[in-house]
């Protein structure tokens, strides 16, 4: 593994190395267009052909300008079928957290979450064991969790770098069940839906019927997923009218025909193009259209199940049918996989032949999407499971199309538990505000939106006109009596996400510390 991550990073260094260069040109090129054009200006306006010249350059600028503004986001990604064991102590290979390269966000899907009955009421109540150590790894490395959305033993979270969190906006979740006709939720679909600087992308965390004859059945289940699954936005009601798609999980799609011993001895020997063939997600995807819209990456790792568990050697054990019999050995497959989808510029209308622009709005050559993936394998290292989990690292390129947050908060004056605290925010774009959003004040490192030391409601008499400035107290008792860095931020209820993040600031000690015993006092230069 350590040595396909130092390819990667080879090459991605690289692609950077490249892409810095050719920024550079850009804006070597866009200084000599503008002297040109300035040159033009002295010339006759008489002269057609100064004129088309001048036309054609300042065409050439506005292209180039409209290039030269493209960021790149690192997306993380993880699916893994837990087999419902506790998370392992340390998930910091899993998330890749030594690694020089920073992710943005990180998309987290899980299948076979303990779900027995009395734990799954717990959890509903309480953060599951795997949200918990989650947050705990990815907090102090300056990660929120933004949301998530669990149908039984599936979960599906998604966290983002706290500078991200203004411009991930109208967050929503849907799930579907296929298990036991649609009626259980052991299979099945949970799916989340966001703007990301005014793209829309959307991921699926499924886990399809399992067992080698059900291939046709896990198609079926896939469309119906993608048939029921609605979002209260009316530009983006499904999940294939957003810009990009992520479908992954534990697809259960297996190797068919080969015997056991071929499997293993091209798995051993590093052979994986062998199996490729007739892996059966790769043999539908050539009659399925809706699954030639999904790309994925080579399959240069090892089959993620069935694995012996704490181990890195395939089924061993034999298995035990219904009745006690001596049942077969699972063939390794590729069960657990990562696909994405870039929606198509332009769709083509069968029955008028008309050309349907997509559902994300115009200006589509302005802001297009680039998809580049960086590093797809699988972590041997972790044995909870008989599934191996399967990591994914993309670029997301693309040109923002918002970058200004709607809302402006400042925390005013000092901060300090001695006495009252002022803060100010305005409203900078139109939105839909309500009386139930709210202002929190969180400390540096806080895990999720509702991890505030306190809040307040916003404006509660009448929302808040653009342009408004609207001040809000804090009462001092709410305010905590040790020094330390914070932020302010601003959840929309409607959004269902912090749309607004106020400038690091510092809340001063308070006198009252020391009385509360909250620290030693210091007398005589001796602390008692």
């Not at 950077?16 to 002295?42: F, N, Y």
């Not at 690192?74 to 699916?79: E, F, N, P």
């Not at 009252?420 to 839909?432: K, M, Q, S, V």
Request: aromatic share 12%.
């Amino acid at each position: 593994m350590c040595d396909l991550l130092d390819i990667q990073r080879a090459r991605s260094d690289s692609t950077s190395s490249t892409a810095s260069q050719s920024t550079s040109g850009r804006m070597i090129l866009r200084q000599r267009i503008a002297q040109l054009l300035t040159c033009l200006e002295d010339l006759s306006s008489d002269d057609e052909a100064n004129e088309e010249v001048s036309r054609t350059l300042d065409e050439a600028f506005h292209l180039c300008g409209r290039y030269t503004n493209k960021e790149s986001f690192r997306l993380h990604m993880v699916t893994w079928n837990v087999g419902t064991a506790e998370p392992p102590a340390d998930l910091r290979s899993l998330l890749q957290l030594d690694s020089n390269l920073t992710s943005d966000l990180y998309v987290i899907g899980l299948q076979e979450v303990n779900a027995a009955p009395v734990r799954y009421v717990s959890d509903l109540i309480y953060e599951d064991s795997w949200s918990r150590l989650l947050m705990d790894t990815l907090a102090p490395n300056g990660y929120v969790k933004v949301t998530s959305v669990r149908m039984q033993g599936l979960l599906l979270l998604l966290f983002a770098k706290q500078v991200h969190l203004p411009f991930i906006r109208d967050i929503q979740s849907t799930y579907t069940r296929t298990g036991l006709f649609g009626y259980w939720g052991n299979k099945g679909g949970v799916s989340v839906r966001f703007s990301f600087y005014g793209h829309l992308l959307c991921f699926l965390n499924c886990h399809l019927a399992a067992h080698m004859n059900y291939a046709l059945q896990r198609m079926d289940e896939f469309e119906y997923i993608l048939d029921t699954q609605d979002f209260d936005i009316y530009n983006t009601p499904h999940v294939l009218d957003h810009k990009v798609v992520f479908w992954f999980g534990d697809l259960n799609f297996r190797i068919a025909d080969h015997g056991m011993h071929f499997l293993r001895s091209s798995i051993n020997n590093g052979r994986f193009n062998l199996l490729w063939g007739k892996d059966q997600l790769t043999m539908m995807k050539k009659n399925e259209p809706i699954l030639q819209e999904f790309e994925e990456g080579p399959l240069s790792f090892k089959p993620t199940y069935k694995f012996d568990r704490f181990s890195e050697t395939y089924d061993t054990r034999a298995q035990r049918t219904l009745f006690g019999f001596t049942g077969k050995k699972r063939k390794p497959a590729w069960t657990d996989r990562i696909l994405w989808r870039i929606k198509p510029k332009a769709i083509e209308n069968d029955e008028s032949g008309s050309i349907a622009s997509s559902a994300d709005g115009e200006d589509d050559d302005e802001y297009l999407v680039k998809m580049i993936q960086d590093m797809y394998f699988c972590d041997v290292s972790y044995g909870i499971s008989d599934h191996k989990p399967v990591i994914g690292s993309f670029r997301l390129e693309m040109r923002k199309k918002v970058d200004t947050p709607l809302v402006m908060l400042t925390a005013e004056g000092l901060w300090i538990a001695d006495e009252d605290a002022t803060l100010t925010y305005t409203i900078l774009e139109t939105f839909e505000v309500s009386t139930w959003d709210w202002v929190g004040l969180y400390k540096i490192g806080f895990r999720n939106p509702s991890d505030y030391i306190t809040f307040a409601w916003v404006k509660d008499d009448d929302v808040a006109a653009n342009g408004e400035v609207v001040t809000v107290i804090i009462s001092k008792d709410e305010l905590p009596l040790l020094a330390g860095d914070y932020v302010l931020g601003y959840y929309s209820s409607n959004m269902q996400s912090l749309i607004a993040l106020s400038p690091t600031f510092q809340i001063l000690q308070s006198e009252r510390a020391m009385m509360e015993g909250l620290i030693p006092e210091n007398i005589n230069g001796l602390e008692k």
